[in-house]
């Protein structure tokens, strides 16, 4: 049969696209580097689990001898590829530890699949507010103080859930966290999706297997070279089974694992195997660099990058591939600098937010990637004019959680615009994505001050909306 490929297609566009001369400062971490990774990733390879091609969900061959490979590069008791982004591992990790009406810690900064887990389960979840960075109101770190402080406050929780590294490339006191966790006999969770490199970079601190975490759910495709929706999940120490999380990851993961996603896992871990060192060693060199070049802005700051650095701000530790540029003191958002990026450089950030946006590097980003970053933010810088007024404060207001369970929320609501529902209970998460961290979380009361800090979002250019629709159709009761 021959080709049919439409200008209408999805496939005539991604490949009109790849043609182009975009930097891709996003996911995912191979970067379309067919220079680096070669460009061999076609229908012949998409198979079934055929004899001789073992299954992922028992794993005894050639898919077993893959996760072995994980479990020596990241050290851990038990590797298990996932296929469906490190939203599988988290919805399953979460099931293990927990019974259905179950409590537990997590971070309120969690991604939104820790929240849709609580759901399923119908959890009680206990947050922990991580603090706000007050020069670019970026979330910090997780004190491990104030999980001991909820511990004891809330004993009958199941486990520990936080988010390190962050979006943002904030790292916690892992190492901590768990030896406090551990002391009461619960279990340490850590949404690595954004750390699946940390392990092979160079004096590292907060690498949750080494931490000693106890599931450990990383995404390959985010900042390594595998294609989008590979991860990896470590099960270490004695709380979790790791026959009971593939039992849960069988409830949440594909029946029909794709062979093509799951080779290019393994090659991830293969190429880290022979050339991390170096590969990592180049990388750690152009981060340098650029550090060094973006000493002298004026107008805009990069967080702990440039002039900046980690101890300028309350952070346990950072992970320098994130660039967080921040733009709260030059009088344009985060969302205007992005787009002025992608307009007049060609740049694509991964995300953009009101007072910053986020570029996301990796071993497969080249040295034009990085010089081409460079030039566009010099040039940038000098046009724009310090300006500290422009923002009043970016203290976002504490929402009131009611008394519901996420099982006892009622199924249907009323459907208002936003202003309406104040005083109301939300049915629905809230959420600009990315990040996908719910601005307001199904079970919460909707405030006025709250509907406020929204319109600011809006205002800058963030794009909010629930999952069922956009802030004209709030489901509350
Ligand atoms: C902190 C965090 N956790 C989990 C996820 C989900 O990862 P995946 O897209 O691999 O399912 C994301 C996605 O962006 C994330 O940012």
Redesign the pocket.
């Known amino acids: 049969m021959k080709k049919s490929i439409s200008d209408g297609s999805l496939y005539f566009k991604l490949k009109s696209y790849s043609q182009t001369d975009f930097v891709p400062l996003h996911?995912p971490g191979h970067k379309r580097n067919v220079s680096l990774l070669g460009d061999d990733i076609p229908y012949s390879l998409d198979i079934t689990e055929i004899s001789g091609f073992d299954n992922l969900h028992h794993a005894e061959g050639i898919i077993k001898q893959a996760q072995a490979k994980a479990e020596r590069l990241y050290n851990s008791r038990h590797s298990f590829i996932l296929v469906?982004?490190?939203?599988?591992g988290?919805l399953a990790a979460v099931r293990t530890v927990t019974e259905y009406g179950d409590e537990i810690i997590m971070a309120r900064n969690?991604?939104k699949?820790?929240y849709n887990a609580c759901t399923l389960n119908n959890l009680t979840a206990h947050y922990i507010y991580p603090p706000m960075d007050k020069k670019t109101a970026v979330s910090g770190s997780i004190y491990p103080h104030d999980i001991e402080i909820m511990l004891k406050t809330y004993p009958k929780s199941k486990a520990v859930v936080i988010?390190s590294p962050?979006?943002e490339g904030v790292i916690s006191n892992i190492e901590e966290i768990c030896r406090i966790a551990h002391n009461v006999n619960v279990p340490v969770i850590v949404?690595n999706?954004?750390g699946a490199h940390q392990a092979f970079v160079d004096n590292v601190i907060g690498e949750p297997v080494a931490c000693g975490a106890d599931i450990v759910?990383s995404?390959l495709?985010?900042t390594l070279p595998s294609l989008t929706?590979t991860?990896v999940a470590h099960i270490n120490g004695d709380f979790v089974n790791a026959g009971d999380f593939s039992a849960e990851l069988a409830v949440f993961e594909t029946s029909s694992p794709s062979y093509v996603l799951m080779a290019s896992a393994d090659r991830c871990f293969d190429i880290l195997a022979e050339h991390g060192v170096s590969l990592f060693a180049k990388y750690g060199k152009r981060l340098a660099d650029f550090d060094e070049k973006m000493k002298n802005l004026k107008n805009i700051t990069l967080l702990c990058h440039g002039a900046d650095c980690v101890y300028n701000h309350n952070f346990y530790g950072f992970d320098s591939g994130k660039i967080v540029i921040c733009t709260k003191d030059c009088g344009i958002s985060g969302v205007e600098l992005s787009e002025r990026l992608r307009r007049e450089y060609h740049i694509e950030l991964e995300m953009a937010y009101s007072f910053y946006a986020v570029a996301m590097t990796s071993i497969c980003d080249s040295d034009e990637n990085f010089q081409r970053l460079i030039a566009a933010l010099s040039e940038i810088d000098e046009k724009l004019c310090r300006n500290t007024t422009q923002v009043n404060s970016f203290n976002v207001p504490a929402l009131q959680q009611s008394q519901y369970s996420p099982a006892s929320l009622p199924k249907n609501g009323e459907i208002l615009p936003l202003e309406q529902a104040v005083g109301k209970i939300s049915l629905d998460h809230i959420y600009a994505y990315?990040?996908?961290?719910p601005l307001v979380v199904a079970g919460e009361i909707i405030s006025k001050d709250f509907v406020e800090y929204i319109r600011s979002l809006e205002m800058c250019g963030v794009d909010v909306h629930t999952a069922h629709g956009d802030l004209t159709q709030i489901k509350c009761f």
């Open positions: 996911m469906n982004g490190s939203t599988c988290i969690c991604h699949s820790v988010t962050t979006y949404d999706a954004h759910i995404s495709h985010k929706q991860a990315p990040p996908g961290i």
